[in-house]
Nanobody
Framework: VQLQASGGGSVQAGGSLRLSCVVS????????MGWFRQAPGKEREFVAA????????DYADSVQGRFAISRDNQKNTVYLQMYSLKPEDTAVYYC????????????????WGQGTQVTVSS
């Protein structure tokens, strides 16, 4: 399984970005998908996750109401739409995949993308 994240960039506070993660190698619809982020000097933290069917989603409290995770199983792609970005959202964002249920625990995801940088200036 290979994951390729893209869509990061630099925006001002209040702006929006959409991250994408394309998955190849196995049947995408088998996998729950998660987005995580890691800021300099901090541990990797959970952002959002989505069930393999797309019917269930979960968000970190810090992004609830501002971020939206979705997936297109026909395109083997998971998205993270980010609105009302704040400087504290600045981090490298990673997508990750696991079979069965999604989780907020990064150690439970065996497959990871390379990360995409998001920088939010005040």
């Amino acid at each position: 399984v290979q994951l390729q994240a893209s869509g990061g960039g630099s925006v001002q506070a209040g702006g929006s970005l959409r991250l994408s993660c394309v998955v190849s190698g196995r049947t995408f619809s088998r996998y729950a998908m998660g987005w995580f982020r890691q800021a300099p000097g901090k541990e990797r933290e959970f952002v959002a996750a989505i069930h393999s069917t797309g019917l269930r989603k979960d968000y970190a409290d810090s992004v609830q109401g501002r971020f939206a995770i979705s997936r297109d199983n026909q395109k083997n792609t998971v998205y993270l739409q980010m609105y009302s970005l704040k400087p504290e959202d600045t981090a490298v964002y990673y997508c990750a995949a696991k079979v069965a249920s999604y989780s907020s625990t990064p150690q439970l995801y065996p497959y990871w993308g390379q990360g995409t940088q998001v920088t939010v200036s005040s």
